[in-house]
Protein backbone atom coordinates (compact mmCIF):
# COMPACT_ATOMS: atom_id res chain seq x y z
CA UNK A 1 0.00 0.00 0.00
CA UNK A 2 1.01 3.63 -0.92
CA UNK A 3 1.25 5.73 1.86
CA UNK A 4 -1.65 8.73 1.57
CA UNK A 5 1.13 11.84 1.54
CA UNK A 6 3.17 10.12 -1.15
CA UNK A 7 0.34 8.72 -2.87
CA UNK A 8 -1.47 12.12 -2.93
CA UNK A 9 1.58 14.69 -3.81
CA UNK A 10 3.44 11.88 -6.60
CA UNK A 11 6.54 12.67 -7.97
CA UNK A 12 6.57 15.97 -5.84
CA UNK A 13 7.10 13.81 -2.62
CA UNK A 14 10.45 12.86 -3.61
CA UNK A 15 11.42 16.48 -3.10
CA UNK A 16 10.68 17.00 -0.11
CA UNK A 17 13.43 16.94 2.91
CA UNK A 18 14.47 13.94 4.34
CA UNK A 19 12.23 14.48 7.73
CA UNK A 20 8.91 14.99 6.02
CA UNK A 21 9.53 11.45 3.68
CA UNK A 22 10.43 9.49 6.65
CA UNK A 23 7.21 11.11 8.67
CA UNK A 24 5.02 10.51 5.58
CA UNK A 25 6.08 7.70 3.59
CA UNK A 26 4.50 4.67 5.09
CA UNK A 27 5.57 1.36 4.79
CA UNK A 28 4.08 -1.52 6.88
CA UNK A 29 5.42 -0.42 10.21
CA UNK A 30 4.36 1.41 13.07
CA UNK A 31 6.16 4.78 13.36
CA UNK A 32 6.77 7.04 16.61
CA UNK A 33 7.42 10.26 16.92
CA UNK A 34 8.40 12.06 20.02
CA UNK A 35 8.70 15.79 20.53
CA UNK A 36 7.05 18.89 22.74
CA UNK A 37 4.07 21.20 21.51
CA UNK A 38 2.13 23.95 22.69
CA UNK A 39 -2.09 24.03 22.58
CA UNK A 40 -3.99 26.79 21.93
CA UNK A 41 -7.65 26.80 22.17
CA UNK A 42 -10.24 29.47 20.66
CA UNK A 43 -12.58 30.75 22.94
CA UNK A 44 -16.62 30.34 23.29
CA UNK A 45 -19.04 28.00 22.68
CA UNK A 46 -18.26 27.16 19.28
CA UNK A 47 -14.93 26.34 20.12
CA UNK A 48 -15.86 24.43 22.82
CA UNK A 49 -18.08 22.04 20.73
CA UNK A 50 -15.74 21.98 17.92
CA UNK A 51 -13.15 20.98 20.11
CA UNK A 52 -15.18 18.22 21.89
CA UNK A 53 -16.49 17.01 18.63
CA UNK A 54 -12.63 16.83 17.22
CA UNK A 55 -11.22 15.31 20.54
CA UNK A 56 -8.96 17.69 20.56
CA UNK A 57 -6.50 19.10 23.84
CA UNK A 58 -7.00 21.92 26.38
CA UNK A 59 -4.70 24.25 25.74
CA UNK A 60 -1.39 23.97 27.20
CA UNK A 61 1.73 26.57 27.14
CA UNK A 62 4.19 23.39 26.13
CA UNK A 63 3.71 19.70 26.26
CA UNK A 64 5.00 16.35 25.89
CA UNK A 65 3.84 15.11 22.28
CA UNK A 66 3.73 11.97 20.61
CA UNK A 67 2.61 10.94 17.50
CA UNK A 68 1.95 7.23 16.22
CA UNK A 69 1.00 6.06 12.55
CA UNK A 70 -0.15 2.49 12.19
CA UNK A 71 0.01 1.59 8.40
CA UNK A 72 -2.78 -0.98 7.05
CA UNK A 73 -4.08 -1.33 3.36
CA UNK A 74 -6.93 1.24 4.09
CA UNK A 75 -4.49 4.30 4.66
CA UNK A 76 -3.31 4.95 8.15
CA UNK A 77 -4.35 5.63 11.67
CA UNK A 78 -2.59 8.40 13.44
CA UNK A 79 -2.72 8.31 17.52
CA UNK A 80 -1.46 12.32 18.59
CA UNK A 81 -0.71 12.05 22.57
CA UNK A 82 -0.41 15.63 24.01
CA UNK A 83 0.72 14.18 27.84
CA UNK A 84 -1.84 12.21 28.23
CA UNK A 85 -4.49 13.29 26.13
CA UNK A 86 -5.38 11.24 22.61
CA UNK A 87 -6.79 12.23 19.82
CA UNK A 88 -6.97 9.78 17.01
CA UNK A 89 -8.00 10.14 12.81
CA UNK A 90 -8.28 7.79 10.31
CA UNK A 91 -6.09 9.15 6.78
CA UNK A 92 -6.68 7.87 3.46
CA UNK A 93 -5.74 8.98 0.03
CA UNK A 94 -8.53 8.87 -2.66
CA UNK A 95 -7.25 7.96 -6.67
CA UNK A 96 -10.02 9.45 -7.97
CA UNK A 97 -10.10 13.36 -6.62
CA UNK A 98 -6.32 12.88 -5.90
CA UNK A 99 -7.06 14.05 -1.66
CA UNK A 100 -6.66 13.03 0.72
CA UNK A 101 -9.67 12.10 3.54
CA UNK A 102 -8.99 12.18 7.29
CA UNK A 103 -11.67 11.22 10.06
CA UNK A 104 -11.99 12.94 13.46
CA UNK A 105 -14.69 10.61 14.71
CA UNK A 106 -17.86 11.24 13.65
CA UNK A 107 -16.78 14.40 11.16
CA UNK A 108 -14.12 13.75 7.86
CA UNK A 109 -12.50 15.92 6.26
CA UNK A 110 -11.02 16.15 2.33
CA UNK A 111 -8.30 17.73 2.54
CA UNK A 112 -6.06 19.18 -0.30
CA UNK A 113 -1.87 18.86 0.01
CA UNK A 114 0.50 21.25 -1.71
CA UNK A 115 4.29 21.60 -1.04
CA UNK A 116 5.58 25.13 -0.46
CA UNK A 117 8.90 26.12 0.21
CA UNK A 118 10.65 23.45 2.02
CA UNK A 119 7.27 22.06 3.03
CA UNK A 120 3.63 21.09 2.79
CA UNK A 121 0.68 23.54 3.03
CA UNK A 122 -2.84 21.71 3.42
CA UNK A 123 -6.32 22.91 3.40
CA UNK A 124 -9.72 21.66 4.16
CA UNK A 125 -11.89 21.18 0.58
CA UNK A 126 -14.67 20.21 2.43
CA UNK A 127 -16.08 18.28 5.78
CA UNK A 128 -18.94 16.08 6.38
CA UNK A 129 -20.67 14.39 9.27
CA UNK A 130 -20.81 10.92 9.56
CA UNK A 131 -19.59 10.25 6.41
CA UNK A 132 -23.13 11.46 4.26
CA UNK A 133 -24.35 14.71 5.83
CA UNK A 134 -22.38 17.54 4.02
CA UNK A 135 -21.15 20.48 6.34
CA UNK A 136 -21.97 23.99 5.01
CA UNK A 137 -19.45 26.18 3.71
CA UNK A 138 -20.04 28.50 6.73
CA UNK A 139 -19.24 25.80 9.16
CA UNK A 140 -16.57 24.30 7.56
CA UNK A 141 -12.67 24.66 9.12
CA UNK A 142 -10.78 26.29 7.96
CA UNK A 143 -7.24 25.24 7.87
CA UNK A 144 -4.07 26.91 8.18
CA UNK A 145 -0.85 24.07 8.10
CA UNK A 146 2.35 24.24 7.75
CA UNK A 147 4.58 21.27 7.82
CA UNK A 148 8.33 21.09 7.55
CA UNK A 149 11.95 20.31 8.60
CA UNK A 150 14.14 22.90 10.67
CA UNK A 151 17.85 23.56 10.80
CA UNK A 152 18.13 20.54 13.61
CA UNK A 153 16.62 18.23 11.38
CA UNK A 154 12.96 17.97 13.21
CA UNK A 155 9.75 17.47 11.86
CA UNK A 156 7.96 21.04 12.26
CA UNK A 157 4.64 21.43 12.86
CA UNK A 158 2.29 24.43 12.87
CA UNK A 159 -1.64 23.34 12.38
CA UNK A 160 -4.69 25.97 12.87
CA UNK A 161 -8.22 25.49 12.57
CA UNK A 162 -10.83 28.26 11.87
CA UNK A 163 -14.56 28.18 11.40
CA UNK A 164 -16.79 30.95 10.46
CA UNK A 165 -13.56 33.05 10.80
CA UNK A 166 -13.04 31.82 14.55
CA UNK A 167 -9.84 29.81 16.12
CA UNK A 168 -10.93 26.75 17.03
CA UNK A 169 -7.65 25.45 18.13
CA UNK A 170 -4.22 25.63 17.04
CA UNK A 171 -1.11 23.73 18.01
CA UNK A 172 2.36 23.14 17.06
CA UNK A 173 5.82 22.28 17.71
CA UNK A 174 8.14 19.60 16.85
CA UNK A 175 8.78 15.79 16.93
CA UNK A 176 11.95 13.18 16.21
CA UNK A 177 11.17 9.74 15.24
CA UNK A 178 11.61 7.61 18.31
CA UNK A 179 12.27 3.65 17.73
CA UNK A 180 10.63 2.76 21.47
CA UNK A 181 6.73 2.16 20.47
CA UNK A 182 4.39 4.93 22.11
CA UNK A 183 3.04 4.53 25.23
CA UNK A 184 -1.18 4.39 25.32
CA UNK A 185 -2.66 6.85 26.78
CA UNK A 186 -6.36 7.27 27.91
CA UNK A 187 -8.45 9.12 25.58
CA UNK A 188 -10.34 11.78 27.06
CA UNK A 189 -13.54 13.48 26.59
Do not use: K
Not at 2 to 27: K, N, S, V, Y
Not at 71 to 95: C, H, K, M, V
Not at 152 to 172: E, H, K, L, N
Amino acid sequence: MTAPFRAALGAAFDALPPTLQEFHGGGDATRCFRGRAEVIRGSGALARVACWFGGFPPAASECAFAVTVHSSPQGEIWERRFNTWLTRSALSYDAGTGTLGERFGAVSFVLNLRPIDGGLAMDVARARVVGLIPLPQSLTPESAVRIWQDEAQRYRFDIGVRIAGRRIVRYRGWVVQDAAPAVRARTAR
